[in-house]
C-alpha cells in the first residue's frame, strides 16, 4: 500500500513550472512534462493550479515579477539614454544568462500555437504590446521634458526599441553570444540624443 504523498510545495512547483514553460513555451510543455519536473500527479497539478493554461498564467506572473521584471524597473531612470540603453543590456544579460533558458518566456512561448491555445497566444501578444506601450509612455515623458525634439515620432521610436527588445529573445534563443548582443545594443541607441 503506498504511503502519504509527500508534503507538495506550491511555490517551489511553480517556479519548476516557470522554467519548464521558459525552455520549451506553452505548447512545448506536455502534462506529462510537467508532471516529472514537478514530481507530483497530474491531479494534485489540476487541484493546485486549476488548469495548464491557468499555470501558466501564473508562470508568467513569477517571472515577470523575477528574471523578466527588468524592463520596468529599467525605464524609471531618469536619463532617456539610460532607461533604454540599461533595458536592453539588462535584456541580454537575462536572457543569455548560465543556468536559465535563452530567450524571453513571454516572446518565446508564444511563436506557435495550436487553435486551442489562440487565448495563451492573445494573452501574450497583449504583454508584449503592454510592454511596447510603456516604451512609447516613456520616449513621450522624454519628448514632454525636452529630451528628444517635438518633432520626432516617438511612436515609431518606440516600436523601434521594442522590435529590439523582442529581436534579443529572438537572437538569444539561436545563440547569438552575449558580447554580440551587448554591441548590437549601442547601435540600436544611435538614434537617441548623447549625454551631456
Known sequence: MAGRPREFDRDQALRRAMLLFWQHGYEGTSM??????????????????????????????????????????ALEQASLRDAIGSMLRDAVLTYTR????????????????????????????????????????????AQAAGELSADLSVQALGDHFATVLHGISVQ???????ERLLAMVEVALAPLPQQG
Not at 116 to 128: K, N
Not at 172 to 178: F, I, Q
Open 32 to 73: 506529462s512534462a510537467l508532471v516529472e519536473a514537478l514530481g507530483i500527479a497530474s491531479a494534485r497539478i489540476y487541484a493546485a493550479f486549476g488548469s495548464k493554461e491557468q499555470l501558466f498564467r501564473e508562470a508568467v506572473a513569477l517571472y515577470e515579477e523575477g528574471e523578466g521584471g527588468f524592463a520596468p524597473r
Open 98 to 141: 548560465r543556468g536559465r533558458p535563452h530567450g524571453c518566456l513571454v516572446v518565446s512561448s508564444a511563436s506557435s500555437v495550436s487553435p486551442e491555445g489562440e487565448g495563451v497566444r492573445d494573452w501574450l501578444a497583449s504583454h508584449r504590446r503592454q510592454r511596447t506601450a510603456a516604451i512609447i509612455a516613456r520616449l513621450q515623458q
Open 172 to 178: 538569444a534563443r539561436d545563440g547569438v553570444s552575449r
